[in-house]
């Protein structure tokens, strides 16, 4: 029997997803050996033409990281749909869009006049911004269109299972892809972690008072955290209640605050989610003093939607105009 | 050119805010037909969800109406209210939507002159903005 075939391909993000794989360490090599890798740009070298000359569905898993934010990555993806069983949105960009999907905030013209224009270390004379067509030395050369808004992967094709993470932590890839090889598949639309608030397993759960009051709110260089203590009764701002369990907390562990890099729970919009548990322990009897304390979260769309703006209530196009 | 119309959500709580519009019909007090009402047992219910829902689904405004401070019959809803809509129209300039388009206030069950005097408020001031548009790239009222 044939080895099973697993694609990985990026598109909106770090790079970190392809890494994570690399950061299950030993365990890279039994997969090397269980799978045949048919494409992985980040780490070998294979071409774009092979797959397009593959069988449909001959590539048993492909993992796609990173949201969809120009033309070239929806053709990839669009291709490996076809050429794919299984496709896995992995990590946090695929599924939700990630950090690059803040531009959603923005639009394309304000993001070039920020990179290409206006920033104080570009030197741009020619005032020059990337172009799907431009003319050079006779030639007409021709890159992909960057869109307008950054879209998640499941905008784009249809996607099987998801697996949160920014990046996925290596206990969750290597469970993820011992089942997905292993031929014991969970129903279609799974995200590869269990559905609760990373709260219910943080083992500073139990330092919370009966009563939460946040008086103020700090940033975590402001202060010097106790290691034991609940961030939000520390007056830290930790996206613990909004953001789904199964990272295994590296960052409390690392004495600092959760940023929800594992997105929301089920059917939940992450932001309004947090602003809802903020809302219940921010003190306060009048409008000024609330404002007072909610001078300390000078960005709310960018700390409580930091991955998740591209699948947020308002940071995507409506599905019926899509 | 047709006339614009906004459509504006009111999350009324049952207690007071829902009781001042009852009573404002009650009294045969006019206030404009584009405020669509849901009650609510308490304005601590309005999850931000709701609100981002309404913006999404086509809402032109959205107002939230709970009781006076102190009069919350859970206690302390109206408070949590108030202070989750206070963020949320912290929040919502950054995704295109100017934060008027989002009242919080307080009404109680006797103030239903009060009620016709913000429904009527409300609905000229959406008019003047004119449609929500947050489609496309969502960033198309410059708020910020």
Redesign the interface.
Known sequence: MSKPKVAVIWNASCGGCDESLVDIEDKIIDLADKVDFVLWPCAMDFKYNDVAAMKDGEIDITLVNGGIQNSGQEKIVKLLREKSKIIVAYGSCAWLGGVPSLINLKNKKDSFAVNYLDCPSVINPGKKVPMAKSMADGYELELPEIFDTLYTLDDVIDVDYYLPGCPPMPAMIINALGELLGGKLPPKGTILSPDISLCLSCSRNGTKPDRMVMGEIQRIHEIIADPDQCFLNQDVLCMGPATRDGCGYPCITGNMPCTGCMGPMKNQDQGAKMISALGGIIDGYDEEAVDRILDGIPDPAGTFYRYSTAASYLGRRREKNR | MTEFKPKIIAFLCSWCSYAGADKAGGQKLRYPANILVVRVMCTGRV???F???A??EGADGVMVLGCH?GDCHYRNGN??????M???S??LP??G?VKERLMFNRVSGGESELFQKLATEMTENITLMGPLK??????TEGAL
């Open positions: 999850d931000p969800r609100v981002l829902k913006f999404r401070t408070m949590k209210a108030m202070k989750r206070r963020l949320l912290r929040m950054q995704f939507i947050i489609e496309g790239f969502v960033k």
